[in-house]
């Protein structure tokens, strides 16, 4: 009895460790096949900050530093490297959860109708985020370090991942409850937009008002500033990161297992049906039939009685004989009659 109670979670626990795994693998070579993605990450990362190291003006603008609650002066073209770099980050990572989260909407449901825990699959597209944030972020900081070494590496690589893990839950909220590829594209797209358009004073003068506190990229833009151009770190800002990616989680999670969930409704019983009677083959004794033909050009006939169905079986072979010339002599079917007596008549 000791060794069965000693056995058994250990079983349970080996079988759940089996079923992340397969869930796991299968979810990063989703990832991999993933070329638009790839691609997007190899040349629209370094060609974006190339152009807006070639074109952005490098005067001094004014950004609030809500870390020490001071109004820093920095270089515009620097300041929209990093407001870049999370525009990048965001828009690829929220892409692609959004695009394998919908795309595999359908067999995860089959999954789950067949029996494999949600809680799998979950942790399954958790880790490929994280994995994915991880690369992405990197990938993004050695790019812009190319350009512009910032005053703490480490702390605008933490922006760009904190960036990352929120648009990536964003990307899989927004894969379970809309209906359209399309739809959801277009909505990471203007969120990102919008988000780091009001974050950049480069590009909204008034960037320094409080309801940018609300905005997902408000805690990731002030570790970016504050990694570029200072040597402290915003933990307060970078906190509220943490509560956008467990509320995007949240309701990612609700979404899907509403989603993968198995409408049933309690079957109704089938009617009863009676077996019809089978007609019986053979008339019965008042159906015979009185047939007549006539042969030859003469006057003569030939009647017989007989049941009805082989009647009407003789006058059809005899109809179709005469039509095809098979016959030596002239056959002419002269018609049925019922016989005396009888219930039907023809």
Known sequence: MTMSRRVYPTAVVAASRRLYRTAAGFEIIEHARNRLAIVLVGVFIPVWITLIRLTMSQSPIAFRYRGNDEVLRVNAMHLTLVSGGLNAVTLIVGFLMFSVTYRSGDFDRRLVAAGYPRRHLLLAKMTALMLSSVLVSVYATGVIWLYWPPEQPWLLWVSLFSSALTYGGIGIALGVVLRGELEGMFAIIMISIIDVGLE??????????????????????????????????????????????????????????????????????LPVRTREPVATVRPGPGETVHVCVRMCEQACTAPDHMPMYQGLAVLAALSAEQAAGTVEQNVYPLGIRARPGSQSAM
């Open 200 to 269: 950049s004073p480069v590009v909204n003068s008034s960037s320094d008002q409080d309801i940018v506190h609300y905005l997902p990229l408000y805690g990731s833009m002030q570790g970016g500033v504050g990694a570029g151009f200072t040597h402290g770190v915003p933990l307060h800002q970078l906190s509220i990161v943490a509560l956008w990616w467990a509320g995007c989680a949240l309701i990612g999670l609700i979404a899907f297992r509403r989603r993968t969930r198995i409408w049933t409704t309690r079957a109704r019983p």
